[in-house]
């Protein structure tokens, strides 16, 4: 059995965060021995737990957002001293760095010769990508990409990677529609969209409400559930008085975020994805097809990967520009043409099924096989 330290830079439970333990739950416990490395405990750590995953809170340079100042960056380097050590009285055989802000796993590993994957689930903005390039370049192994997309701008740095898309399990523990509509405030016969995910200016809220008031229709209802972005304190505020001087304010609803879509997925007819900026992969999209909700999202990065097709008639959701005209279109569409909503909800059940944990766990894990020799 070889041991395997997966270095992850959260204990929430968003989108990296849910595909590491769904990785977890399949990895086949009598080859591999996961050990965890967080910087904090929190919901993940509770999950770890529960499925009898061994995790540790450790200091790794890369791994708290302090560091990226140069201050925070000495005090970084200074805790993580240790590191390497740690890694050794573990008698680790490989590491596992999840994301690009776990530069510490990768350190770690090219101090003490160790096989190294690192899983690349994001695409920094323009001065990230050059600054991650040449540490990248620099430690060896394995890159794992979480979408084309991803690999697509790691190949114009030069560098090679494979792709293996994460997947999702849908989950039958739902609210009823009729109890968190009446809980929420929204009418049942209204269209209520839900953008789901970490309150940030590159998730797009601000174009979701102007979708809405470009709508000018009294039956659409916008639920915006999420917490604050780690670096966004203050946000949500920002958000709230937008909100209030929005003229269809009574049909928004901003909520907290959810450690699991499900529930609050049942609740909207659309899921809304507006990014700003590509997303590497897109992961509530693929849920919002698991739960059979048509999708309407951003036409950037790895977002057209779960969607698939193009052709209304049959797609599983639409790719938009960063207009609200056009959003609000598309949004009118769909609440005015209940045939179109099922039938894209039936193509979006039938594309998520090729994006599954097993076939994914699968896929790292031969990785795991050929780093290991």
């Known amino acids: 059995m070889k041991r395997v330290a997966l270095v992850h830079p959260s204990a ?38 529960e ?29 993580a001293r240790g590191w390497p050590a740690r890694l050794e009285a573990a008698e680790i055989d490989l590491v596992h760095t999840s994301t690009l802000a776990c530069a510490g796993g990768a350190l770690g590993a090219r ?6 994957l690192w899983h690349v689930q994001e695409i920094p903005p323009r001065w990230g990508q050059r600054a991650m390039a040449p540490l990248l370049r620099s430690v060896g192994g394995a890159r794992v990409a979480n979408s084309q997309a991803v690999a697509s701008w790691l190949g114009e740095q030069g560098l090679e990677a494979e792709v293996i898309h994460p997947g999702r399990r849908s989950s039958e523990a739902r609210e009823s529609r009729v109890e968190l509509r009446a809980s929420l405030g929204v009418p049942l016969g209204a269209s209520c969209a839900l953008l789901l995910g970490r309150l940030s200016p590159r998730k797009g809220q601000f174009l979701a409400l102007e979708a809405l008031e470009a709508a000018a229709s009294s039956d659409l209802w ?17 958000l709230r008085a937008r909100i209030a001087r929005s003229p269809r304010w009574e049909q928004v609803r901003l909520i907290p975020g959810r450690s699991e879509p499900w529930s609050i997925l049942s609740a909207s007819d659309v899921v809304l994805v507006p990014s700003l900026r590509p997303e ?10 698991l739960a059979g ?13 779960i969607l698939g097709e193009t052709d209304l008639s049959e797609a599983t959701g639409e790719l938009l520009p960063p207009d609200p005209e056009a959003w609000a279109r598309a949004w009118l569409r769909l609440a005015g043409d209940s045939e179109l909503g099922r039938a894209r909800a039936e193509a979006g059940l ?18 795991y096989e050929r780093l290991l020799g």
């Open 293 to 305: 909700r048509p999708v309407l999202a951003s036409d950037a990065g790895g977002l057209g990967e």
């Open 12 to 49: 929430a439970l968003y989108g990296s965060d849910r595909v590491l333990l769904d990785h977890l739950l399949c990895l086949d416990r009598d080859r591999f021995a996961p050990r965890v490395y967080l910087p904090e405990r929190g919901p993940l750590t509770t999950r770890l737990s």
């Open 280 to 289: 590497s992969f897109g992961l509530v999209a693929l849920e919002a097809l």
């Open 51 to 79: 499925a009898e995953v061994p995790w540790e809170v450790v200091d790794v340079v890369g791994l708290t957002r302090p560091e990226r100042t140069p201050v925070g960056a000495l005090r970084g380097l200074r805790a």
């Open 222 to 238: 916008l639920v915006i559930a999420g917490d604050e972005a780690p670096g966004h304190a203050g946000y949500r505020s920002k």
């Open 350 to 367: 039938a594309r998520a099924a090729r994006f599954t944990p097993e076939r994914s766990g699968a896929a790292l894990a031969q990785v």
């Open 111 to 116: 101090w003490l010769g160790l096989p190294h």
